[in-house]
């Protein structure tokens, strides 16, 4: 070490002599070079914002990341949860001579790092990400619930609720769940659940412009973005990808139908059902469609509480996978064609699944459940499986809905019995789930229909905006008069009529909610007419219309909501007023003014309650006076009835909740006014209205309590009369059918009496060989000339032919059990009636089983002996060529009598075949017990169509005529057919209809 110390000293000091002279020398500097800075910026302005939703996801994980389009890989992003002021600056530093691209490089990272970490939703679900304004691309959001993390929970949106926590502690510390482990509607819970979105960002020809893109993470998104990620290697994730995989995604799970009432969705799924059923507020827009996908996720939750097929994780992985390859739906197999017009599911198997049968179960369970909770039918609901708590909640939800603005009863009625034909079957099979002409041509009817509605709506809303802009001028003009009390209680009485005029007395923005929706709405349909134009450019025009419609839906939105629209000059002007009551000493009076102006619109509202009362009683009294209609054009008028009665019905509600609302607001202006008074004046005048308002609240309650009886009575009258109208329709094709079978000949007289002159040819040649004391060969009866027949006593077997009439053989075998012997007889024939075009008779299957007591080797033995039971079962093709009918005759003959019970029979004879065009079965089933007998006929035609009747004793047969399990009247037996009287009270004798073979 110490040698290495020296000689490298050495070293030093020569290098540093070895430039010297015996001169003056320096030594130049080192030159150093100053490193290389880059400031960059970055804007985040592309707006990623929706609701994680199944239901609400609260306090949940979102992460972000790039996904390549076409291999799937995952890359960090750079994004933020708001969007940008202004653009952020970023400064870097390296050594001298790193490039520009490097910088660059460097200052992305830095960007990337400033990202926000593990941002979570919000208590309600909602998320936020904005990206930066250079991105394109294709991007994947996911949220995670942990049930490990103290503040994530998923809300409970099943209406039979979600299972039981798992100790009381759990529950207690959340709220608003009650205290028991049940985990009901509405309520929080724990659950690790991870659910995705995948959007598609293009490039904009003007990043520096914002733009935002709604992007719901739901059940539906996260099948979507498995459709998408599973076939990367046919079809690179693009906006076209995401419209395809929405579209298979409703087929598959909702059919044409629902593609239909979810056109709105069918360029990007994400864009919809982002909403949780427990909490509906006025800004959700709600819809057959949307409601129904969301009922369809409830019914998962449901599915996962039942415990027989996984977790709800497991269960949604299942479901995406199982859309994502066709195999859900009992689908027939059909592979996917290109996208347009020949879109179509991937359906892979040809058997539904278990999890698919499951959810089919629940989703329907659902939908009767919302039918009930609209109607309040809670005996439905309790038979249903929804307990108090649930109904009290469900309930509670379905009123916010109606509070907020979201829906009318009315509408909630209606989209509740849609619903339930919609989910009657899900999915589609082969064919059905072929995206075509037809179906586009349908959607774009849809797509006509919806925007002509919001057309009216928009101008509608335009003239309530217009309303309200006029109040605000008017009463904002006001404001410089007001100097004394009379003035500035004036002022403050516009003020608040105009405030009013946009918000209800809760202070929610209904204008701006309804302008919202509008808007929403309209793009919505923007996005289903480009859909339509992808597959066919005729559909161009519509494009255009949907889009003039989104300008001006989205025109009024921001007159009401926008940073200088009526909201906030609302707001300002109420403001404003009530200062001055402050300023003028006009708080006393102006509660008085509004104490009583409160009170009179209550009372105003009590009379038209109480109208609409009238109106529904009389409606319903009409409509039930016309529940027994005879002809199509009473069925018409017994649907229309009902449903003015229903209508009606649901006006009596809506006038009910209006009554109760303000005289609400009526006790609460009075408690206000009784708050402020001073005088004695003011105190007596205050307690006055106190009690009418309690009185009149009082009241409310009582009259909604009406309002609501009987509402299912109406909605299953309402079925009940297009049920009717549909049967009377179908009447005149229930007696062509009648009359159908009493035209046709089930076989003719000569064929009735070849098949018993055969019968009888049989029973004798049989009887002949059984006298037969050995063996024979081809010998010739002596009772039936032309018949030969051969007989083999130790096989016990015999064959029997003629030359133009048929032939048989029959085998006998002989058994011995305990104390008794069975003989069991079968035999097969085909036999002709004489004549070229005689009737044909194969007997096929055709067995006879006769048990004595005592043992027997022979059948000689039996000569003498009487049988103790015998069971006979006859099998009989018959070919009637002048009665033009084909078809079998199946017997089965039982003896049942035993020592104990004697005289027991039971027989069943069954005719079925064509005859000309139609097509019947005919069975006659008796049954004899002493002397007792009774026949049972049933006829059916096709089918739909039955005759079914019995008759004790011999007496005449009388029974009903059925079309779709539905009775079209009663028949009774004549001597010569028989005499229908049907629902219209029509008769009709229909001789040559009888329940026997010609006579």
């Known amino acids: 070490m110490k040698k290495n110390v020296i000689m490298s000293s050495l070293i030093s000091v020569t290098l540093f002599t070895a430039g010297c002279d015996s001169g003056s020398t320096s030594v130049p500097p080192v030159k150093v070079e100053a490193p290389e800075k880059k400031t ?160 598609y960002i293009s490039a904009s020809d003007t990043p520096d412009m914002s733009r935002n893109y709604t992007a719901n993470v739901t059940v539906f998104s996260e099948i979507v973005a498995t459709i998408l990620q599973d076939n990367l290697a046919t079809a690179p994730i693009s906006q076209q990808a995401i419209s395809n995989a929405s579209v298979q995604t409703v087929m598959q799970l909702f059919g044409a139908d629902g593609v239909i009432e979810n056109g709105s969705l069918l360029l990007d799924i994400s864009t919809g059902v982002g909403f949780d059923l427990s909490d509906i507020g006025g800004d959700t827009s709600l819809n057959t469609g949307n409601t129904a996908l969301a009922q369809f996720a409830t019914s998962l939750q449901t599915v996962a509480a039942a415990g027989n097929n996984g977790s709800l994780a497991e269960i949604i992985a299942e479901l995406a996978s199982s859309v994502s390859d066709g195999s859900l739906s009992a689908a027939a197999a059909n592979p996917a064609a290109a996208p347009g017009k020949a879109l179509s599911s991937r359906a892979s198997s040809a058997k539904a699944s278990a999890l698919f049968d499951a959810i089919q179960a629940r989703v329907k369970t659902i939908a009767a459940i919302y039918v009930a909770i609209v109607t309040g039918d809670t005996t439905t609901l309790e038979a249903l499986g929804v307990d108090a708590g649930s109904i009290a909640s469900i309930t509670a939800s379905v009123e916010m809905a109606v509070a907020s603005g979201a829906i009318t009863r009315q509408e909630l009625f209606n989209q509740a019995i849609e619903i339930v034909a919609l989910v009657e079957e899900l999915g589609c099979n082969g064919d059905e789930c072929t995206i075509g002409d037809d179906l586009y041509s349908s959607l774009a009817a849809e797509v006509t229909t919806e925007l002509a509605l919001l057309d009216t709506n928009i101008a509608n809303l335009a003239d309530e905006i217009d309303a309200a802009n006029a109040a605000i001028t008017a009463s904002s003009a006001l404001a410089a008069s007001v100097a004394d009390v009379d003035t500035a209680v004036a002022y403050y009485e516009s003020a608040f009529a105009a405030y009013n005029m946009v918000f209800n007395r809760d202070d929610i923005n209904v204008l701006g909610n309804k302008a919202n929706t509008y808007d929403h709405n309209a793009s919505a349909w923007v996005d289903t007419a480009t859909f339509l134009v992808s597959a066919s450019s005729e559909y161009q025009s519509l494009l255009d219309g949907a889009k003039d419609t989104a300008l001006l839906a989205h025109s009024e939105a921001m007159q009401v909501n926008g940073d200088d629209g009526i909201h906030k000059e609302a707001q300002d002007l109420l403001a404003d007023a009530k200062a001055k009551l402050i300023e003028f000493d ?70 009910t909740d209006d009554y109760s609302t303000y005289a609400n607001i009526a006790l609460v202006d009075a408690t206000a006014y009784a708050a402020v008074a001073v005088t004695e004046t003011d105190i007596a005048a205050a307690e006055a209205l106190v009690i009418s308002s309690t009185a009149m609240k009082s009241a409310a309650v009582e009259l909604a309590v009406l309002a609501e009886a009987g509402l299912s009575h109406l909605t299953d009258m309402l079925a009940d009369a297009k049920a009717k109208q549909v049967i009377l329709a179908k009447l005149p094709m229930v007696k062509a059918t009648t009359q159908s079978f009493a035209d046709i000949n089930i076989i003719t007289t000569s064929g009735r009496d070849a098949l018993g002159d055969l019968g009888e040819i049989m029973f004798d040649v049989l009887n002949e060989a059984n006298q037969e004391t050995g063996n024979v060969t081809d010998k010739a009866s002596s009772m039936h000339t032309g018949w030969i027949y051969s007989y083999n006593e130790t096989s016990m077997t015999i064959a029997a032919s003629h030359e133009t009439l048929g032939s048989f053989e029959g085998v006998a075998e002989l058994s011995n059990e305990d104390s008794e012997t069975t003989l069991l007889l079968e035999w097969t024939a085909s036999l002709n009636e004489s004549g070229d075009t005689g009737a044909t008779f194969d007997f096929s299957s055709s067995e006879s089983t006769l048990t004595f007591d005592g043992v027997f080797t022979s059948l000689s033995d039996l000569d003498e002996e009487e049988p103790t039971s015998t069971v006979v079962s006859t099998a009989l093709t018959i070919m009637d060529g002048d009665a033009d009918f084909t078809g079998t005759l199946t017997l089965s003959n039982h003896d049942l009598s035993t020592t104990e019970v004697p005289d027991v029979f039971a027989a069943e004879v069954v005719m079925a075949g064509m005859s000309g065009d139609v097509s019947f079965s005919l069975t006659f089933a008796i049954d004899e017990m002493g002397d007792e007998e009774t026949l049972e006929v049933t006829l059916m035609i096709g089918d739909s169509y039955m005759m079914k009747g019995s008759a004790e004793n011999g007496a005449d047969i009388m029974g009903s005529v059925w079309l779709d399990d539905y009775n079209y009247g009663d028949f009774v037996e004549m001597s010569n057919g028989v005499v229908v009287t049907y629902i219209d009270d029509e008769e009709v004798e229909y001789l040559d209809l009888s329940f026997t073979i010609d006579e």
């Open 40 to 199: 960059g910026t970055a804007t985040f302005n592309i707006g990623l914002t929706g609701m994680a939703v199944k239901g609400t996801m609260a306090n949940a994980t979102i992460s972000v990341q790039q996904i390549d389009a076409i291999t799937g890989v995952t890359t960090p992003i750079s994004f933020r949860v708001a969007g940008s002021a202004e653009a952020e600056s970023y400064t870097v530093s390296a050594p001298a001579g790193t490039s520009d691209t490097q910088l660059d490089a460097l200052i992305a990272a830095k960007v990337l790092a400033a990202n926000p970490e593990n941002p979570p939703t919000d208590d309600n679900g909602l998320l936020s990400v904005y990206l930066e304004d250079s991105f394109s691309g294709a991007v994947l959001i996911s949220v995670s619930s942990d049930s490990s993390v103290e503040n994530q929970w998923l809300r409970c949106d099943s209406y039979t609720g979600c299972g039981v926590y798992a100790d009381a502690d759990a529950v207690s510390t959340v709220v608003p769940n009650d205290d028991d482990l049940a985990i009901e509607f509405g309520e929080w819970y724990k659950e690790d659940l991870t659910l995705t979105t995948i959007k």
């Open 586 to 655: 006009a708080v006393v009076p102006a509660a008085k003014a509004q104490a009583e102006s409160s009170n009179d619109m209550a009372m105003t509202k009590q009379g038209m309650a109480t109208a609409a009362q009238t109106t529904a009683t009389t409606s319903h009294e009409d409509a039930m006076a016309l529940n027994d209609p005879q002809s199509v054009e009473s069925a018409a008028a017994y649907v229309m009835a009902t449903e003015q009665a229903l209508a009606d019905k649901f006006a009596f509600i809506a006038m």
